[in-house]
C-alpha cells in the first residue's frame, strides 16, 4: 500500500468526502487505513471501575482507495510517484509538483 501512517490525505467519496486529516493507522491485509477525524463512530460507554462512562469518539477504518495524498504545496489531492534518489533511497513525491511528501 502507498499510503503510510502520518500521511496527510483528503477523502474522495462518501459521507466524509472532502474531509482532510492524518492517517492514524494503515491495516494493509484489510486495505484500509484510519485518518483522523473520518468515519467517526460515537459510542457510549458505562461507567467501570476503570473508566469514566460517556460518549467516546474513535475513528473508523475506511477503504484506502477511498482517499488520496494532499499536497501541501498544490493545496489538492495530488497523485505521487516514486522517486530513486542517487544514494538509492526511494522516496514519494507529488506527481503534480515533484515535491517530497515523506517530510515531516
Ligand atoms: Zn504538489
Same mark, same amino acid.
Given at each position: 500500500m502507498r499510503i503510510k501512517k502520518d500521511d496527510l490525505v483528503i477523502v $474522495?467519496?462518501?459521507?466524509?468526502?472532502?474531509k482532510k486529516g492524518k492517517v $492514524?493507522?494503515?491495516?494493509p491485509d484489510e486495505g484500509k487505513v484510519v485518518v483522523q477525524n473520518v468515519s467517526v463512530a460515537k459510542r457510549h460507554t458505562r461507567p467501570s471501575k476503570t473508566k469514566k462512562g460517556g460518549i467516546v469518539s474513535q475513528e473508523s477504518p475506511i477503504f484506502a482507495e477511498k482517499v488520496m495524498i494532499y499536497c501541501p504545496d498544490c493545496k489538492e489531492a495530488v497523485k505521487m510517484k516514486t522517486k530513486i534518489l542517487d544514494n538509492n533511497e526511494r522516496i514519494r513525491v507529488c506527481a503534480r509538483c515533484g515535491e517530497e511528501l515523506d517530510k515531516k
Amino acid at each position: 500500500m502507498r499510503i503510510k501512517k502520518d500521511d496527510l490525505v483528503i477523502v $474522495l467519496s462518501g459521507s466524509d468526502k472532502g474531509k482532510k486529516g492524518k492517517v $492514524l493507522r494503515v491495516i494493509p491485509d484489510e486495505g484500509k487505513v484510519v485518518v483522523q477525524n473520518v468515519s467517526v463512530a460515537k459510542r457510549h460507554t458505562r461507567p467501570s471501575k476503570t473508566k469514566k462512562g460517556g460518549i467516546v469518539s474513535q475513528e473508523s477504518p475506511i477503504f484506502a482507495e477511498k482517499v488520496m495524498i494532499y499536497c501541501p504545496d498544490c493545496k489538492e489531492a495530488v497523485k505521487m510517484k516514486t522517486k530513486i534518489l542517487d544514494n538509492n533511497e526511494r522516496i514519494r513525491v507529488c506527481a503534480r509538483c515533484g515535491e517530497e511528501l515523506d517530510k515531516k
